[in-house]
């Protein structure tokens, strides 16, 4: 690496590339469209390119630009990919390409060696937004790490370095940050309203998830707590907020079990009356990559029983904002039994979970932290 000459003074406007797969539902592209908006609002250039995805309508009329590119209909070749980039990048110069997408990263790896042609490249910084995934034959031959390689936990660093080969220095822990104005700690009464919102008693033991209805996030072992503790927990409400390709058979098991007035499907919606109304957060994933709802919950001072999933380290204290358990059925069960029996230790943790939010993951310390990497990267060029 060389440096780039005099053009990197702290207040010289950025101009930044975020590519990824496509504009699909999920965490990832929350990511992606929360910093984009961030950059472009502290006034840097900052394009956004993808292919069409369930939430298309999320990126357009955003404060970043969006350029459309077939990249997850394309394959290893990216021909049009390439040229809609070049079309679209021609009168001005990229300071940081951030990929967020293993193919993004390719496809980002053959635009860097076109621009070699002119003398110089910007850097990739591919953020590791999924760790824990396989790298075997034939997959390995597909994973580019980027140049620098951002990771939001403790986990997924150690997984980059062990499973992925990356160097250590070429690693950079930014967690993810929370809204903690949006997700501002809750007051009783708004407790008391967001429950009458959702058909809730004040007397209802409430526990929340929030997410996909896929795999690997284990959603119906909620299901299976609600069904083995009736006469423990005869009050315990569990509502999951979200959809995906899971529901159908929850509703099903649901009808099956008549399981009615212990679980609630509540479909995609804001979370935040969904926090609010809730005693704990219950995540028992087989994977994450950080998980932006334990943060929010935890904001808004619900404490959290999750899996020991990345951001489990970022997140928990044991005991003190929340518990954590092995990826294990049985496990999970046990501990949300004993993590639901004493309604007064969750009240104490949500409480700590809320000021550990608001210490350690806020969004304007991610965003600063980024842009300060942005920065760092920015003097760098591959040269020819």
Not at 45 to 54: K, S
Not at 58 to 74: A, D
Not at 134 to 143: A, D, E, M, V
Request: include cysteine.
């Amino acid at each position: 690496m060389e440096p780039l000459s005099p053009e990197h003074s702290p207040d010289r406007k950025l101009r930044i590339l975020h590519i990824l797969l496509a504009t699909d539902p999920g965490g990832l592209s929350k990511y992606v469209i929360d910093l984009a908006n961030a950059t472009a609002s502290a006034g840097h250039d900052t394009l956004v390119a993808a292919d069409r995805g369930e939430h298309d309508e999320r990126f357009h009329g955003q404060k970043f630009q969006f350029l459309s590119i077939p990249l997850k209909s394309e394959w290893l070749r990216f021909g049009k990919s390439l040229r809609l980039l070049r079309n679209a990048l021609s009168e001005t110069s990229i300071d940081v390409i951030h990929t967020h997408y293993r193919r993004a990263t390719l496809l980002a790896r053959r635009w860097q060696r076109a621009q070699r042609a002119g003398g110089q490249a910007p850097p990739i910084l591919y953020t590791v937004h999924l760790s824990h995934i396989s790298l075997r034959f034939p997959r390995n031959l597909l994973t580019d790490f980027g140049d620098f390689t951002h990771i939001a936990s403790q986990d997924a660093r150690e997984w980059c370095v062990k499973s992925g080969g990356v160097s250590p220095d070429r690693i950079t822990l930014i967690p993810h940050g929370i809204d903690i104005a949006r997700f501002a700690p809750r007051t009783l009464e708004q407790k008391a309203a967001a429950r009458r919102a959702l058909g809730l008693a004040d007397r209802d033991l409430v526990a929340a998830f929030v997410g996909r209805l896929e795999d690997p996030k284990n959603e119906a072992w909620l299901l299976d707590l609600a069904a083995a503790t009736g006469a423990q927990f005869p009050n315990l409400r569990v509502l999951l907020a979200g959809d995906g390709p899971n529901a159908p058979s929850l509703r099903d098991r649901i009808d099956r079990e008549n399981l009615h007035d212990r679980v609630r499907l509540l479909g995609e919606r804001d979370p935040l009356d969904v926090y609010r109304a809730a005693d704990a957060l219950l995540l028992p994933s087989g994977r994450e990559g950080f998980s932006f709802v334990c943060g929010e919950a935890m904001s808004v001072g619900v404490p959290v029983l999750r899996t020991r999933t990345s951001g489990t380290r970022e997140m928990i204290i044991e005991g003190v904002t929340g518990r954590s358990t092995p990826i294990d059925h049985d496990a999970f069960i046990a501990a949300a039994i004993e993590f639901l029996s004493d309604t007064a230790k969750l009240v104490e943790m949500g409480a700590a979970a809320s000021a550990h939010v608001r210490a350690n993951l806020t969004y304007d310390l991610q965003v600063a932290r980024t842009l300060e990497l942005y920065r760092r990267l920015s003097t760098l060029r591959r040269l020819a």
